[in-house]
């Protein structure tokens, strides 16, 4: 089993930034990719960046292409979204998975916070 923990959502201001870090532990080495999903109220899950292992490749939707960046840490197993020039319409609860051998995203935190205040 995998278990992924996420962090560092909170309020911020239109164009402001947040980091996000998600935290993978138990039965990872299998990882082929992590990813970030966001769900804003009333509407449906949306892919935000994702990164491959190996080779290391991101891909990031044209709605926060240029604004967020997606990157690991191997040694703290860990994944971080920066997220710079944060709009209102990036509010949601975000959501960090990560994909193992079958290459589909599988295992999921419990969602992190963000509001961005116009």
């Known amino acids: 089993q995998v278990q992924l923990v996420e962090s560092g959502g909170g309020l911020v201001q239109a164009g402001g930034s947040l980091r996000l870090s998600c935290a993978a532990s138990?039965?990872?080495?299998?990882?082929?990719?992590m990813g970030w999903f966001r769900r804003a109220p009333g509407k449906e899950r949306e892919f935000v960046a994702h990164?491959?292992?190996?080779?290391?490749?991101?891909y990031y939707p044209d709605s926060v292409k240029g604004r967020f960046t997606i990157s690991r840490d191997n040694a703290k197993n860990t994944v971080y979204l920066q997220m710079n020039s944060l709009k209102p319409e990036d509010t949601a609860v975000y959501y960090c998975?990560?994909?193992?051998?079958?290459?589909?995203?599988?295992?999921w935190g419990q969602g992190t916070q963000v509001t961005v205040s116009s």
């Open positions: 138990g039965r990872t080495l299998s990882t082929y990719a």
């Open positions: 990164i491959t292992w190996n080779p290391i490749t991101t």
């Open positions: 998975a990560l994909a193992g051998l079958s290459r589909e995203f599988v295992y």
